[in-house]
């Protein structure tokens, strides 16, 4: 359960997708699409359950165009009965010619060191960290602009929603790995003068046996 609201605060809360047949595979897939396995379906619909029963009260949801996020954002709405909206800023990093290589071989490549010491390193024609940063923060802006007296839910991916707060804590895009999610878990964070995160990672709400993550080199690309 995430800790009690800031009165007066705009939230901010942050879904990464459940697991995928990508993730179960472990295939490293950006902005390929890869369908919710059972095991995502069932973590989608058991953070539905949680938010019930929620502290804080969210106003409308805002999803990644990818179809394992909006499948994601549909289940968790079943509780809710909330607007959902699609925002293409919301998406995950393109990992260019390295869509779809293993963890294994990521690894290998040195993607995630190349990233954390490189804000702008691309690998093979892909994004940035500090690209995606820069989407990330401009659609959250925007968002917290667009809906100013309303807390947001956003239905993202391993490495966008890391770099999105990254962007809203003021830190660099590098900084951005400490934040990785679980499929699954949820992030919340509350507007204040300065944003204070109330819960991350949090996977409570999941049952054992969907809590563990295929396998994954450390490191490897979160998408």
């Known amino acids: 359960?995430?800790?009690?609201?800031?009165?007066?605060?705009?939230?901010?809360?942050f879904i990464r997708h459940g697991e995928t047949i990508a993730n179960e595979q472990q295939l490293a897939y950006g902005v390929t699409e890869s369908p919710l396995n059972e095991k995502g379906i069932a973590q989608a619909q058991a953070v539905g359950q949680c938010?019930?029963?929620?502290?804080?009260?969210?106003?409308?949801?805002?999803?990644?165009?990818?179809?394992?996020?909006?499948?994601?954002?549909?289940?968790?709405?079943?509780?809710?009965?909330?607007?959902i909206e699609i925002d293409p800023g919301l998406i995950e990093c393109d990992l260019g010619d390295w869509e779809g290589i293993t963890y294994q071989q990521m690894h290998d490549f040195g993607y995630?060191?190349?990233s954390i010491k490189d804000d702008t390193f691309e690998g093979h024609g892909g994004e940035s960290p500090d690209a995606v940063y820069a989407r990330v923060n401009q659609t959250l802006e925007q968002a917290v602009a667009r809906y100013p007296n309303q807390n947001i839910i956003f239905v993202s991916h391993g490495s966008a929603i890391a770099h999105g707060l990254a962007a809203?804590?003021?830190?660099?895009?590098?900084?951005?790995?400490?934040?990785?999610?679980?499929?699954?878990?949820?992030?919340?964070?509350?507007?204040?003068?300065?944003p204070e995160i109330l819960t991350l990672n949090n996977f409570e709400h999941l049952p054992a046996a969907l809590r563990a993550e295929s396998g994954r080199p450390d490191n490897a690309q979160q998408a």
């Not at 938010?51 to 289940?75: D, G, N, V």
Request: no cysteine.
């Open 1 to 13: 359960m995430g800790r009690s609201p800031k009165l007066s605060a705009q939230h901010l809360l």
């Open 51 to 83: 938010l019930k029963s929620w502290p804080t009260r969210y106003h409308r949801i805002l999803s990644s165009p990818l179809e394992r996020a909006r499948h994601t954002a549909e289940l968790v709405n079943l509780t809710l009965n909330l607007d």
């Open 112 to 114: 995630a060191m190349h």
């Open 168 to 194: 809203l804590l003021k830190t660099r895009p590098k900084f951005g790995y400490q934040y990785l999610m679980h499929n699954g878990a949820i992030t919340e964070v509350a507007l204040t003068s300065t």
